[in-house]
């Protein structure tokens, strides 16, 4: 079945841009959204964004202006990056699968990323 | 953006109880794309509930959902001790797609 492998520094400085990549084994990278969520320690979830498999994205406004996401169809991952990340960024990161019409069905195991000098 | 409140916070429950969720948007999700999802320590949630009612596979009967517009409810009959865990809401209607605060349900 498919799976989903987050990986990317589990440690980001202040200021800096935190990059994590999304890895989809088991099935086909085609034909969904490819989703990120957060979730900071002991609290709830947050959607970031999505890209689909032609590039097209959606981002979360109240991050927007430090989020992009890219999708590499030959290579079956995609990515996140957000810059000037700050000590409220740390939290784990998840990548999921999703459609147009359907929920996050996929989830991967999540990556703990904190932002500490 | 859809504020998706959920309530109660806390729930304790005896296996063998049932217990209902429930989640309430600021808008009226037209189009019934509200999820829910269960949660364990260290685990990624897990989809339980797809378009207000339908159950996503391999979800055993005694998870129930269902409402429309802008109150959803999530009923769980007959707990097992599995179930008690964190449970969140999404609607995924409109952008950016929003998760409820969650209702966490613990063995009484």
């Known amino acids: 079945q498919v799976q989903l492998q987050e990986s990317g520094p589990g440690l980001v400085k202040p200021s800096e841009t935190l990059s994590l990549t999304c890895t989809v084994s088991?099935?086909?990278?085609?034909?969904?959204?490819w989703t990120w969520i957060r979730q900071p320690a002991g609290k709830g979830l947050e959607w970031i964004g999505h890209?689909?498999?032609?590039?097209?994205?959606n981002f979360n406004p109240s991050l927007k202006s430090r989020v992009t996401m890219s999708i590499d169809t030959s290579k079956s991952r995609f990515s996140l990056r957000l810059t000037s990340v700050i000590a409220t960024d740390t939290a784990i990161y998840y990548c999921?699968?999703?459609?147009?019409?359907?929920?996050?069905?996929?989830w991967g195991q999540g990556t703990t990323v904190t932002v500490s000098s | 953006e859809i504020v998706l409140t959920q309530s109660p916070g806390t729930l304790s429950f005896s296996p063998g109880e049932s217990a209902t969720l429930f989640c309430r948007a600021s808008q009226n999700i037209v189009t019934s794309y509200l999820a829910w999802y269960q949660q364990k320590p260290g685990q990624a949630p897990r989809l339980l509930i797809y378009?207000?009612?339908s159950r996503a596979i391999g979800i055993p009967a005694r998870f129930y959902g269902s409402g429309s517009g802008t109150d959803f409810t999530l009923t769980i009959s007959g707990l097992e001790p599995e179930d008690f865990a964190v449970y969140y809401c999404l609607q995924y209607d409109s952008s950016p797609h929003t998760f409820g605060q969650g209702t966490r349900l613990d063995i009484k």
């Open positions: 890209i689909s498999t032609s590039g097209r994205t």
């Open positions: 999921a699968r999703g459609e147009a019409l359907y929920p996050l069905d996929v």
């Open positions: 088991g099935g086909s990278i085609n034909n969904y959204l």
């Open positions: 378009s207000a009612s």
